[in-house]
């Protein structure tokens, strides 16, 4: 190992000086790609104890030694993996490895790449690929699929959307598991949650954070449910005190044209928005700043998107408070629908 990598510090030197003293354009920036990888190679045979200046040094550039490098050798190199603990392996010809990933804690593995070509039918933490020549196979690394909650709790749902069973506030669902609820498989990467803010005696909620992102939804929202939520992803609850003011962010007047010395009262201020309630029964909606839920508060005018949250073996239909007139009213699994004051929405199932 120590003769090969002697052999790599010679070869990246012969490099450094025939690129800069004959080389064309084209060729110089084929040998800087080279140079820029032996480099590597050199940082991480460095970084296992190598020292080139040592007693491992090769010859000066005038000796013979250094005009003749093993320039026909080819190596495997691993990024964020080893292959059998190592990460520079030379290969001969066409050979099999198993690369292993090297995952930190809260990470995992994206997909894999051989020379810039991605795997993503592969997202285990080993791989196996076949090298001819140099190589480079390198485990792309993502954080893992975990929930968390911050001044907030979550629960799994029954057979009919309702939240149930023991509450959490982190869960990782990268594997297949089973919910403790309805004991069915969840697939890993994929999750549906209840999220429901807590909240102590003397506070409110303030706003929801949702990956470090405020949503300031109006205060009488304390919980949505999720569905299928396939990022790491943390909801974290702001409090406040109870009669504290909220911290919402209040529209900006327009600025005023008036031409100046020219006298006009002050404008009105801009109102505060409108909210409506919106709740569902059997079905969730999503629009307004929510994703999934079953009830909450938009401003006016916000178009939703309400959807069946059971499957029926029939056809679907729809009752509510929605439109005036008509509480009885077939439709598809989903529509849109502009709210404009306080609306529910049902979810029928009618066997064919």
Same mark, same amino acid.
């Given at each position: 190992m120590k003769k090969i990598l002697a052999v790599l510090f010679a070869a990246l030197m012969l490099f450094s000086f025939t690129a800069c003293r004959d080389g064309s354009n084209a060729d110089l920036e084929a040998m800087k790609a080279q140079m820029k990888l032996m480099q590597q190679q050199l940082d991480e045979a460095k970084q296992a104890g190598f020292n080139p200046s040592g007693e491992n040094a090769p010859a000066p550039e005038s000796t013979p030694a250094l005009a003749t490098p093993a320039t026909d050798s080819a190596y495997v190199i691993a990024i964020n993996s080893t292959i059998g603990g190592e990460t520079l392996v030379p290969v001969d010809g066409s050979a099999s490895f198993t690369a292993e990933a090297i995952i930190p804690e809260g990470m995992a593995v994206q997909n894999w790449e051989v020379n810039g070509a991605p795997y993503y039918e592969d997202m285990e933490p080993t791989f196996a690929f076949t090298a001819d020549g140099y190589t480079v196979v390198e485990a792309r690394l993502r954080p893992e699929f975990k929930v968390t909650t911050i001044n907030a709790q979550m629960q799994f749902l029954d057979a009919?959307?309702? $939240?149930? #069973?023991e !509450? &959490? +506030?982190? &869960? *990782?669902f990268e594997e297949d598991c089973e919910n403790p609820v309805t004991k069915e498989t969840m697939p890993g990467g994929w999750i549906t949650v209840y999220v429901e803010a807590v909240v $102590?005696?003397? /506070? %409110?909620v303030d706003y929801w954070l949702i990956n470090d992102v405020p949503y300031y939804y109006n205060r009488t929202v304390t919980s949505f449910t999720v569905h299928d939520l396939n990022e790491a992803t943390v909801y974290e609850v702001v409090l406040r005190k109870e009669n504290a003011p909220s911290s919402t962010p209040k529209p900006? %007047?327009? !600025?005023t044209t008036t031409p100046q010395y020219v006298y006009e009262p002050d404008p009105d201020p801009t109102p505060e928005p409108v909210y409506y309630s919106v709740s569902c029964s059997d079905c969730t909606f999503s629009g307004g700043g929510y994703s999934g839920a079953t009830?909450?508060?938009? !401003? %006016? #005018? +916000?178009v939703i998107t309400v959807t069946e949250n059971v499957s029926y @073996?029939?056809? *679907?239909?729809? @009752?509510g408070d929605y439109e005036a007139g008509d509480n009885w009213n077939p439709g598809p699994? @989903? &529509? +849109? /629908?502009?709210v404009n004051h306080d609306c529910s929405f049902k979810c029928w199932g009618i066997v064919n």
């Open positions: 009919k959307g309702k $939240p149930k #069973g !509450p &959490f +506030t982190e &869960f *990782v $102590p005696k003397g /506070y %409110a900006t %007047a327009k !600025p009830s909450g508060s938009v !401003p %006016a #005018g +916000t @073996s029939g056809s *679907v239909k729809w @009752s699994d @989903s &529509f +849109t /629908y502009t």
